[in-house]
């Protein structure tokens, strides 16, 4: 085991892991915020990058392919929301029942099962190229970051409205937002078209990442957003109290996942066992709050002399 492999593949863990930290942050927002386990995320992560490849083959411009992966995004949500809401399927059922039949209609919008696109040939945002030897201001990892800072600064001014704060109160306590006379279906709705949304976005420059769109591309995508979550909130959780800083902790959370996987390639254990690392690591991290509250939070006892003392 060469330290300078592991050295040499950390670059490519951090841009890997920012693009999958906008995913991330999608999560966040149907799982922390709207109280919600939204498991549409599987065919959205293939959606926005068949979209914003078919595009970009067909002559669009980068911004323009990602600006239409992001409404396709849109659009999932709402698919999502409409079965939970107006059908009234639960939350975890309409998931389902949306990432199935989105594998009809990525295949449709790819025409086969995965799509390419050349870094020589077309003007890509972000590439596994772009990380050395080239401009700074073309470095995946900087415009990526930027990215994330955008969406960051926007997620914060947007939470902070009247709508925003309509949907947190929805994932809180949807019961009283009800009494208060907010439509909670329709922020339920809202808040999955922007998740989903934001995962397609993240879909469209991991398209372009790696160099093409796969129909497999999205399978355990939700374990890795629920392990960046819970990993920034476990890491960062009492540091980053600030909304926008429990944001950037999931970003984070990204990055250091991708970075612990690279280490363990690196240590040579086998590739075929890293979807079942991922999902001990997240169950591990969701338990940790319980075993706190059960075995290491007991309350102490009061001893019946003091208690006599004190009448």
Known sequence: MDISNLVNALPGAAAQGLIWGIMAIGVYITFRILDIADLSVDGT???????????????????????????????????????????????????????????????????KSNQAINVEKYDLAVSLRYIRNIEWYKNTIFVVAIFIVAIIALLYAFFGTELGCGIRATGCNPNMARAQGINTN?????GLM???????????????????????????????????????????????????????????????YYIVIQFVLWLGIDPDLLKLLSALVVAVFLAIPYWKGRYFNRPKHIDKADVKKEA
């Open 45 to 111: 992560m293939c959606t926005g990058a068949a979209v914003c490849i078919i595009l970009m083959q067909h002559g669009w411009s980068a911004p323009a392919a990602m600006f239409a992966a992001f409404g396709a995004g849109l659009l999932v949500g709402l698919m999502t929301g409409v079965f939970h809401t107006f059908m009234g399927i639960p939350a975890i059922l309409a998931g389902i029942l949306t990432q199935l039949g989105l594998w009809s209609i990525n295949l449709k919008i790819m025409g």
């Open 186 to 190: 329709f922020n339920k709705v809202l």
């Open 194 to 256: 922007l998740s989903n949304g934001l995962v397609a976005l993240s879909s469209a420059l991991l398209g372009q990442y790696q160099g093409f769109a796969d129909i497999n591309m999205g399978k355990g995508a939700i374990v890795i957003g629920l392990a960046a979550v819970i990993i920034g909130e476990a890491i960062f959780g009492k540091i980053f109290k600030n909304f926008a800083l429990s944001l950037l902790a999931v970003a984070f959370g990204s990055v250091i």
